[in-house]
């Protein structure tokens, strides 16, 4: 269910081009780059400089008993120390604001990419996934360009300072030294390959991890009323239980690569100790050289283990970028024709809507809907009703453009609806849906869909008409009321208010209704049924209903079957054609018989 959310590419296949796409984003901080490479160049040389400012001392100095020149040394080595920490601490927080900056700005761009996205990316994409690539996945790439970076400049500049220095100071004992490179390469070789996948495989279970955890918490009342915790705790524990194995081989793997380079580190300082020692007790090499030839292999294996680490940097890094390389690759499939924009304002629409023959699928091959032609007068109310999966809700995304029809045309106020900018579109056509999703914030903001422009006065005007302003008033806080995670601490009924409020606010031209399943009580059903009445008024209105006592007094009822329109006309002309509406309305008949001698 859940593997392409973890699945890696090949891991073997490293692609470094998708990093390169992403390095668009730091281009802007090529200065702050450029002031890193300069300062890890200036602590770089403290660094090499303080072994042979320690030579310096007991070679010249110190045998020469010379308390000046130590004093002047001790003053020289103090400042490099101070210089050094100084580069150092303006390199990392030039480098963090930098890769800070830039995941930012990733996060941004995929943010908005994804806001622009037709419904049909979402049908695709899982949001576990999407919440991933926009979270862990931009941070991985900055810590390529902050760590990799940093470690291939600074780390890579040090080995080769560290290797010349050497050779300055004596070049026939670096020779001797430079016969461990051999043996560091035969060791990263030998575990690079464990490395990389012990690693890879952490973090794609890791990935695994937090997937199922997002998906079970958004599905958690489901899962509560099927009494599914214990077999999703297993499922979890099981996931965990990999992802810790992983991990621990992965720090095994990686601990034991550590300590053989350590080992072979320390291999060396004896060796040197040995051969120098030799060469110091010969009279061949000053003292000073010696030490400062242990402290150049110390320094020379450090960063050698730190450049190893990077390749598992890369590997992920590189993983990540491809992840949402490919997200942001995705063009919209409903897009604005830029062209033939259509400048109708606010004022001039008026609200007609015609279906001419469209036709739909959401996969080829499989049509929803066939050859739907209709036309709704402005002000209009119209009923749909069908058999669920007849394509009602469907009908609904294609005039919001969430969708684009396969053929035909959808008009508004006579002019093609794909002429619109889809920002001026919905604008014009306020949708109430079955699952009316409220955003986390007050019942205010909810209403007014977070617009400044629209007054607290207009929230609460718009609340009375529609009849929610005493069930607002009910909430512990009123208007100000928190609402959380979708609004689930308001029922059905509540909901559907809040959302036909919210349509006065914003007083699109079009209102399209597509009726919660859910039965609501009598009196809740009658506060809504009182609400749509309210702000269908002045407005062309769509209701897809379930309840039938809904569109009763609806213009015009249409019936859909199996994606085609099969009967057409009020009430009381489909009750007498005997078809498939007064089956519908049959069988709601006792709800509906006491829904009318309740409120005659
Ligand atoms: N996003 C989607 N991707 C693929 N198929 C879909 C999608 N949404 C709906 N369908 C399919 O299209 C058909 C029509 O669905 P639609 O939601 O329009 O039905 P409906 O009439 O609104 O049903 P209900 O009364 O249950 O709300 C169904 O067969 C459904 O499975
Ligand atoms: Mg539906």
Not at 69 to 92: D, K
Not at 160 to 179: E, S, T, Y
Not at 374 to 382: L, M, N, Q, S, T
Request: proline fraction near 2%.
């Amino acid at each position: 269910m859940m593997a392409d959310v973890s699945a890696p590419k090949s891991s073997d296949q490293l692609s470094v081009r998708s990093l390169v796409h992403l390095a668009r984003f730091a281009v802007p901080f090529t200065w702050h780059f450029l002031g890193v490479v300069a300062l890890v160049i200036v602590f770089n040389t403290t660094s090499v400089l303080q072994p042979y400012l320690v030579k310096l001392a007991i070679d010249n100095d110190i045998a020469s008993k010379s308390f000046h020149g130590l004093e002047v040394i001790a003053v020289v080595y103090v400042s490099i120390v101070i210089i050094g920490a100084l580069a150092n601490y303006t390199q990392v927080v030039l480098l963090q604001y930098a890769g800070q900056s830039i995941i930012q700005r990733i996060r941004m761009a995929l943010f908005r990419h994804i806001e622009s996205q037709s419904m049909a990316f979402f049908d695709k994409n899982a949001i576990g996934r999407l919440v991933t690539n926009v979270s862990n996945d931009t941070e991985t790439v900055s810590q390529f360009f902050t760590q990799f970076f940093l470690s291939v400049v600074r780390d890579g500049l040090s080995v080769v300072m560290v290797i010349f220095a050497m050779f300055r100071l004596n070049a026939g004992v670096a020779w001797q030294c430079m016969v461990i490179v051999p043996v560091i390469f035969i060791i990263s070789f030998a575990f690079r390959k464990r490395l990389r996948v012990s690693y890879q495989t952490a973090r794609t279970r890791l990935s695994s991890v937090v997937a199922f955890l997002a998906e079970n918490l958004a599905g958690i009342r489901i899962i509560q009323i099927f009494h599914q915790e214990r077999r999703q705790a297993n499922a979890f524990l099981t996931l965990n239980d990999r992802h810790r194995q992983a991990n621990v081989k992965s720090y095994m793997t990686s601990v034991m690569f550590n300590r053989s380079l350590d080992f072979l580190g320390n291999v060396s300082v004896a060796a040197i100790v040995y051969v120098g020692g030799l060469r110091v007790l010969h009279g061949a090499m000053e003292f000073g050289t010696l030490y400062a030839f242990i402290s150049y292999i110390r320094q020379f294996f450090q960063p050698i283990n730190a450049l190893t680490q990077q390749w598992n940097n890369l590997q992920s890094s590189s993983v990540s970028a491809d992840r949402i390389g490919r997200v942001l690759a995705v063009e919209p499939l409903v897009t604005d024709n830029k062209d033939l924009v259509n400048s109708l304002s606010d004022e001039e629409v008026r609200g007609a809507v015609e279906f001419q023959d469209v036709c739909f699928s959401y996969k080829p091959g499989e049509p929803v809907l066939t050859d739907i032609s209709f036309r709704v007068r402005p002000g209009e109310f119209v009923g749909f009703v069908g058999p669920t999966g007849a394509g009602k809700s469907s009908i609904m995304a294609l005039l919001t453009r969430f969708y684009d029809p396969v053929s035909g045309v959808i008009l508004l106020d006579g002019e093609d609806i794909k002429s619109f900018l889809q920002t001026d579109l919905h604008r014009h056509i306020g949708i109430v849906q079955q699952e009316m999703f409220l955003f986390t914030g007050s019942v205010k903001d909810n209403i007014r869909l977070f617009r400044d422009d629209i007054s607290d006065e207009t929230v609460v005007e718009s609340a009375k008409v529609v009849g929610a302003h005493e069930m607002i008033m009910r909430l512990p806080r009123g208007y100000e009321t928190h609402l959380v995670g979708k609004g689930s601490n308001l029922s059905t009924g509540e909901r559907q208010l809040l959302g036909f409020a919210r349509i006065v606010a914003l007083n699109p031209k079009v209102l399209i209704l597509d009726e919660a399943t859910a039965n609501l009580d009598s009196q809740t059903e009658s506060l809504v049924q009182k609400g749509l009445t309210a702000v269908a008024k002045n407005r062309t209105t769509l209701v897809i209903a379930h309840r039938l006592s809904t569109i009763r007094h609806a213009d015009m009822i249409y019936v859909l079957s199996k994606g085609r329109i099969v009967e057409r006309g009020n009430h009381e002309e489909l009750v007498s054609a005997q078809g498939l509406y007064a089956d519908l309305y049959q069988k709601s008949g006792i709800e509906f018989e006491m829904e009318q001698t309740a409120h005659p």
